[in-house]
């Protein structure tokens, strides 16, 4: 296993001498892969983020690493994260709040400031397996069923050559101490249940599951890179700058190279049942304009032009009641008299009935506009908010608001006010949902 790892660390760049960072939760995974590192006598550190999501367990996790690498004099680093309050705000689910926190705290004050060349997680090959099935049930594309990569960008993962299996069998033989995540047994999240429910049938079908998956993505990583090439060779015939946008000659757009277009405009955030649609009317009428979220694609004559989003959004009046209305190039759809539920969708927002007056605003924010941001108590303005939030200032112009009586109940697709969030009392909800045209 030893010579493994370093042969499969070397392969990627990366040798005894390359400063590392280590990402360790206290799980056996980590614990492995921390093991390996040091004994193997590279230049490491140690990371930690405490989640606070399982009480004294999660203080024990901290603690448990922090005395390993006391022991053992590696420099540790920890933190602790609201990750509940994070994930409400920001409408994530608990393992992409986790995810998003872990990322920013390794990049700002442990990569940027102590300068080491790679983080290290302990991801191997049946998390690459879970991953690729969730991304098959999601119909990501192609890119997806090759699961996780073992480098992209600063983050290395040098266990993917390895399966659970190996790892629990290397931490046996070596006596290594790990401490044991309760959650891990729960099927509430996806992952879990990919974990206990489907791969034990998949490997019903072919023990050697592990060892496929593996081939299967060599294959599909080779059939990418030619892919990719024939792309770009598409991109330099038949696209060219557009301003902040891009022009594609309509005469590209054959059913043959769908998936071509498809790879440019989703670079602006179109869909790919929009690129179908987009795809359809190519040879139609000039005039038939989409848009994403950013962009707006406009089908001229000879062109597919693609610019940036500018153009002011107007206000709109709302009656409390169910219906769809629509701002600029956005719909927004209400639903009233809901049961109460917490919805993880920051394009949705649902609401204390009770709280809301009759009348509503849909208005973009104004300067001076001011709200308690969800899990405060104090006001913020909207500029400082979107500041906080990094919203690009090409985008900042484009954000609304739902306002109601005066105050504003919700900073439309990004978190909803203090003040209207359901709670205990609630009786009745209203559910928001924003989507684009």
């Not at 700058?241 to 498809?262: N, V």
Request: charged content about 20%; overall charge neutral; hydrophobic content about 40%.
């Amino acid at each position: 296993m030893k010579q493994r790892f370093l042969d499969y660390a070397q392969q990627h760049g990366i040798t005894p001498h390359t400063k590392m960072l280590l990402a360790v939760s206290g799980g056996k995974d980590s614990m492995v892969m921390l093991h390996l590192f040091h004994s193997l006598a590279f230049n490491i550190s140690v990371a930690h983020v405490n989640f606070k999501l399982r009480g004294s367990e999660s203080d024990g996790d901290q603690q448990f690493v922090n005395d390993w690498c006391a022991e053992h004099q590696i420099p540790f680093f920890s933190t602790h994260v609201e990750t509940n309050n994070y994930a409400i705000a920001n409408g994530l689910s608990i393992q992409m709040a986790a995810r998003d926190l872990r990322y920013q705290w390794f990049g700002l004050s442990c990569i940027e400031k102590h300068r080491f060349q790679f983080i290290a997680t302990a991801h191997h090959l049946n998390d690459s397996i879970e991953t690729a099935l969730l991304n098959l049930a999601r119909g990501t594309g192609v890119e997806g069923l090759t699961g996780i990569p073992v480098l992209s960008g600063n983050r290395f993962r040098p266990l993917m050559f390895a399966t659970r299996a190996e790892i629990e069998t290397y931490a046996a033989a070596h006596k290594i101490h790990w401490r044991e995540d309760s959650s891990n047994q729960t099927d509430a999240y996806q992952r879990n249940l990919i974990r206990h429910r489907v791969i034990p049938e998949l490997k019903k079908i072919n023990p050697a599951l592990e060892a496929s998956f593996a081939s299967m993505v060599l294959k599909i990583n080779h059939d990418l890179e030619i892919l990719n090439a024939e792309n770009q060779k598409w991109r330099v015939a038949y696209t060219e700058p557009f301003g902040e946008g891009l022009k594609i000659r309509k005469e590209a757009i054959q059913p043959a190279t769908l998936s071509f277009l498809w790879r440019t405009l989703r670079n602006y955030g179109f869909s790919w049942d929009q690129t179908e649609r987009i795809q359809q009317v190519a040879d139609g009428q000039p005039g038939k304009i989409f848009y994403s979220t950013t962009h707006s694609l406009t089908a001229d004559r000879e062109f597919l032009l693609i610019s940036e989003l500018t153009a002011p959004i107007e206000s709109v009046s709302i009656n409390l009641a169910n219906g769809t209305y629509q701002s600029g190039k956005q719909e927004l759809a209400i639903q009233t008299d809901q049961t109460p539920r917490i919805v993880a969708d920051k394009q949705v927002a649902a609401l204390d009935q009770a709280t809301l007056s009759r009348d509503l605003v849909w208005r973009t924010w104004q300067p001076g506009d001011w709200f308690v941001p969800l899990g405060m108590n104090n006001r913020k303005k909207i500029s400082d908010f979107l500041v906080d939030e990094k919203v690009p200032l090409g985008l900042k112009n484009k954000v609304t608001v739902l306002e109601s009586d005066g105050e504003i109940a919700w900073v439309v697709g990004y978190r909803i006010d203090n003040r209207f969030r359901l709670t205990e009392a609630t009786q009745k909800a209203v559910v928001f949902r924003l989507s684009q045209l």
